[in-house]
């Protein structure tokens, strides 16, 4: 302990994302039952004789009954939150017994139904506290900020525990505070005498006023996620003679949080959550996790520019709340309450309301001290009705300090611009309900027309831009509007983040937003070879058990809490220096501080002037102290510097910790950016002219200049071979490729397999019209002509210069209306499999999309073609990148090829082919080729959309599709000896 058994060998993982694992019939369970029997023996202290005992469980997954010494003690469920038993009766001095035995399914599963694996067992800690029989039972702590949150006043709420009934006369509570450095921060004692806890009595009407303890401090350092400054509360209980009974701490942030309006303020500032959700994972562990690897989730986040993070569907270990109430991160609790199998049928089951405000109020009481709690989510995914509005209205009265949240709180049926959801069930058909328009009709599943009353921001999930900007716009809406699930990252994924936060931060009611989700929820195996691979849903169940797939693989790290592509993305979009251009040629640019608090001089400041692969000049840059929000203009110390026609020059800017953080080391990178600062354009020189020899046979076209010899087939009209001094660059046709292999979202949710099925084929479905050839001075010109009557045409041109450089022209057309849009525009070919180190000109080093490339800087990169490719869980479509002026690839010898664009191009070289990607279920069945290369040279490819992964909305948004009808592009192919590739991009590009 604590594990779950599954990750032992007993019993099997099931992973499920709506669907019950068991046939739904609540409150019962009708199927087989693993249960878990622990034993244990310990001793007793002989210290602990006199004091009372307490059995603390963690977390158990999913419900169990305890037994000391034989004795039956209790039984509990929710297993997200802890437990804990009074056990001093039962124990006796020396050798004692716990034993427990838990049951995988109860009837709380039916309120667990979350999208994660669903494991069994003891996976929280468990430990045995003893404690006077005059304790401190518990106190709560609260912070409001006043005259104009200047100065802070702390709340404190503690209860005692007396069971014995001792006189308490004389006896007191005392509170300390002190701060960071540990210096006190009271001048004066601060007590209350133990029986005026004990004695409180509760007003017939009214109630009793909050703290039993209450000081103001003034000009208190403020918590926020920028600046979590944490005092340390210590409260001392004394008996008659001043002995110290008993101490407890906790740290404290004085900070407000309020909604007011459309807005989420913090400490009196309108904020924006850069947020993510968060499921308990460990590839080995599975649902069990250690403190290494919540500390390793929230150095993370921070170092990526997070600022919020949503547990979603449970609570978690306590010590994650600790962590970010010390690195700074607003955290959206969520209670263990998910019926997704069942929508809303149990939250308007008045049997129901029991478990499900056990549920929050349990939260509410264990984490209502972290400051870093901001928000309360009454849970996920279980539909909506009275359950949900007698929760909110007890958390509410509880704990004002904080907003409610529930996605699943929506629709106003009082509103007479309600639509109601069902027609046949309505007292009024839908279609009878005309009064808001065709607008209200389209996005009635955004807005219904606003919300219940019970919960303070509205929350939805997955919108597409479009339906982004309704709920900014739309006039019946008046509190704020979070995404409490957006960005879907399953696989290759995350299209488009930096269009939601363009948005986002335009209006001013979008509060922003938490991605789906933090990491891959693989878990570790091996293969039949020790090669480790991560599994997924159907890889352990049995057959006849329920599974979701690889549904659960949709997180921004992989299962070993590697950072994927897609990370670096987000860390970029939600940077909080930006960097704007103004006259980068000059130097002068403007800073814009997009934190909600910290100055700028919270960072250090740095410039590179590069070329396409080295740094000209360097050094710091001065930021005059600019407040949050707002921007300054400042001028980069650049010299005077010759520029050289065809190159191109860029300025990098970039922002880093100018102090150490517990999350980052001093110099850490918070931000960054790329401004293009020169205004030469490319040489673009025609092709070398000289002798081009040509030989014609029956089946093909030879052409040799120099030590070059280039192959077209006549029967495809492709280049099918390139070769230089005898032996071959590339060695497969250089065809046509309009098809990827599928990433998730295509699979999934846009389905390309079936809409756009057209383009998996057409290339094999295209006939050779026509084939001339022509001779220009020291140059041979090839002229395919290549359709699918009546539907497509391609023109392929193949000019062959001297030294056997050839410029590849491409001009395709739809010929009918109703043919779907494209995955890519581009071209596909082999190399030899030695050809495998890589360098190419253009956005790097990660892999990059159309929708997901501005992290992604332009340079040249260097490397092994392995490094230049990304493995995901289930293998599709990766290694992309764009904005590529030229790439080459060579053998150790130097000898290879280089492929300029006439215009920036989309490339990718893997040891495999696209099809070996689509058949593998898992990476380690993906068959590479040991001596050949895929190579794509495109124009263009889609982007990897994301905004769901199992609907439409999977697609990427329309900028970044390809859905013209005319796309004409060109490159060169170079063959020979590789000496200066940023000379051949400069002349030819």
């Excluded at 960072?603 to 000049?617: A, G, I, T």
């Excluded at 497509?792 to 057309?813: C, D, K, N, P």
């Excluded at 030229?886 to 490339?907: H, M, T």
């Amino acid at each position: 302990m604590p594990s779950c058994w599954e990750m032992h060998g007993y019993g099997f993982p099931n992973y499920t994302n709506v669907r019950y694992p068991f046939p739904v019939n609540p409150p019962r369970i009708c199927r087989n039952n693993p249960v878990g029997s622990y034993y244990r023996e310990f001793d007793l202290l002989a210290s602990w004789r006199d004091r009372d005992v307490t059995l603390h469980f963690g977390g158990v997954y999913s419900a169990y009954y305890v037994w000391v010494n034989g004795e039956y003690v209790g039984y509990a469920e929710d297993s997200a939150l802890p437990s804990e038993f009074d056990v001093t009766r039962f124990l006796r001095e020396g050798r004692n017994s716990v034993a427990v035995q838990v049951y995988k399914w109860a009837d709380g599963s039916y309120l667990e139904d979350a999208d994660h694996w669903r494991m069994a067992g003891i996976y929280r800690e468990v430990f045995l506290m003893a404690s006077p029989r005059v304790c401190i039972r518990d106190f709560g702590i609260r912070t409001r900020m006043i005259n104009d949150y200047a100065d802070g006043l702390l709340q404190i709420r503690p209860s005692l525990r007396n069971d014995v009934e001792r006189d308490l006369t004389g006896w007191t509570l005392g509170a300390e505070l002190f701060d960071a450095a540990g210096k006190t921060c009271l001048e004066a004692p601060w007590t209350l005498p133990a029986a005026d806890i004990v004695t409180e009595v509760y007003p017939q009407r009214d109630n009793v006023y909050y703290p039993l303890m209450e000081r103001l401090f003034r000009s208190p350092h403020r918590w926020t996620a920028e600046t979590p400054y944490l005092y340390t509360l210590v409260l001392t209980l004394r008996d008659a003679q001043g002995a110290v009974v008993e101490s407890r701490s906790v740290r404290v942030g004085f900070r407000e949080v309020e909604i007011r309006g459309e807005e989420l303020l913090v400490n009196g500032v309108p904020v924006k959550l850069y947020g993510v959700n968060r499921h308990d994972h460990n590839a080995r562990t599975g649902k069990t996790v250690s403190r290494a690897d919540i500390e390793a989730d929230i150095r993370l986040m921070k170092q990526y520019n997070f600022n919020s993070v949503r547990t979603s569907h449970y609570p978690n270990d306590p010590y994650l709340y600790d962590l970010c109430d010390a690195y700074g991160l607003y955290v959206i609790d969520e209670a263990n309450v998910e019926s997704h199998g069942v929508r809303g049928l149990l939250a308007n089951d008045p049997a129901w309301i029991t478990p499900f405000l056990e549920r929050v109020t349990r939260m509410v009481v264990r984490d209502r001290n972290h400051p870093s709690v901001i928000g309360w989510s009454m849970g996920n995914e279980s539909g909506c009705g009275p359950a949900f509005a007698a929760v909110s209205a007890w958390t509410k009265d509880t704990d004002p300090t904080r907003f409610i949240h529930y996605e699943g709180a929506q629709g106003r049926p009082e509103h007479p611009l309600y639509r109601p959801i069902s027609r046949s069930q309505a007292a009024v058909a839908t279609s009878e309900v005309v009064a808001a328009g065709e607008t209200a009709a389209r996005f009635a599943e955004m807005a219904n027309p606003d919300d219940p009353a019970y919960v303070d921001i509205l929350s939805r999930m997955y919108p597409t831009l479009e339906e982004l900007e309704f709920l900014a716009e739309w006039p019946h809406i008046s509190r704020p509007v979070l995404l409490c699930e957006y960005a879907h990252s399953m696989g290759n994924s995350t299209g488009g983040l930096n269009d939601y936060w363009t948005l986002i931060r335009r209006h001013r009611r979008l509060l922003g937003g938490h991605i789906w989700d933090w990491i891959d929820q693989g878990i570790e195996r091996r293969d039949a070879s020790g090669r480790i691979c991560w599994a997924y849903g159907g890889d352990f169940e049995p057959e006849g058990e329920v599974h979701d797939g690889n549904f659960c693989i949709n997180g921004l790290l992989a299962p070993d809490r590697t950072v994927k592509p897609a990370m670096y993305e987000c860390k970029h979009v939600f940077q909080p220096i930006a960097f704007e251009s103004v006259d980068p040629a000059q130097g002068r640019i403007r800073v814009v501080n997009r934190n909600f608090f910290s100055s700028t001089n919270v960072y250090d400041y740095k410039w590179e002037l590069r070329d396409e692969s080295h740094v000209l000049q360097c050094g710091t840059l001065t930021v005059p102290p600019t407040a949050a929000g707002e921007s300054v203009a400042v001028s980069v110390p650049c010299k005077p510097f010759r520029q050289i026609p065809g190159a191109e020059y860029w300025l990098r800017l970039s922002a880093h910790e100018a102090q150490e953080r517990p999350y980052a080391e001093k110099g850490w990178e918070v931000a960054f950016d790329q401004l293009k600062i020169s205004v030469l354009h490319p040489l673009r020189c025609d092709l070398p002219q000289g002798r081009v020899a040509v030989c014609e046979y029956a089946d093909s076209l030879r052409f040799t200049s120099g030590a070059t010899e280039i192959v077209i087939d006549r029967s495809s009209g492709y280049l099918t071979s390139c070769s230089f001094d005898g032996s071959p660059v590339i060695c497969g046709p250089l065809k046509p490729d309009f098809w990827r292999a599928a990433t998730d979202n295509d699979r999934r949710g846009w389905k390309t397999d079936v809409l756009l099925d057209f383009w998996k084929h057409a290339e094999k479905w295209m006939k050779i019209n026509d084939l001339t050839v022509s001779k220009e001075s020291g140059r041979v010109v090839v002229t395919v002509g290549k359709s699918i009557p009546d539907t497509l045409s391609l023109t392929l041109t193949y000019t062959i210069g001297g030294g056997g450089i050839v410029e590849v022209g491409y001009a395709l057309r739809h010929l009918h209306p109703q043919l779907p849009e494209m995955l890519r525009v581009g071209m596909q070919t082999q190399c030899r499999g030695d050809y495998d180190r890589m360098t190419f000109y253009g956005r790097g080093p990660h892999e990059n999309y159309s929708d997901r490339c501005l992290s992604a800087f332009v340079s040249v990169y260097d490397g092994c073609v392995d490094d230049f490719c990304y493995e995901y869980v289930r293998p599709q479509e990766n290694g992309n990148r764009t904005g590529v002026r030229w790439l080459c690839l060579r053998n150790a010898a130097g000898r290879g090829v280089q492929f300029i664009g006439r215009q920036p191009l989309g490339i990718a070289v893997r040891r495999c082919s696209p099809e070996a990607l689509e058949e593998a279920a898992h990476a380690s069945e993906t068959e590479y080729s040991p001596d050949r290369m895929t190579v794509n040279i495109d124009l263009a490819q889609a982007g990897v959309g994301g905004t769901d992964s199992w609907s439409i909305k999977a697609r990427p948004e329309r900028p970044y599709r390809l859905c013209e009808k005319e796309y004409n592009y060109g490159f060169l192919i170079v063959p020979g000896r590789i000496s200066d590739c940023v000379r051949n991009g400069r002349i030819y590009r």
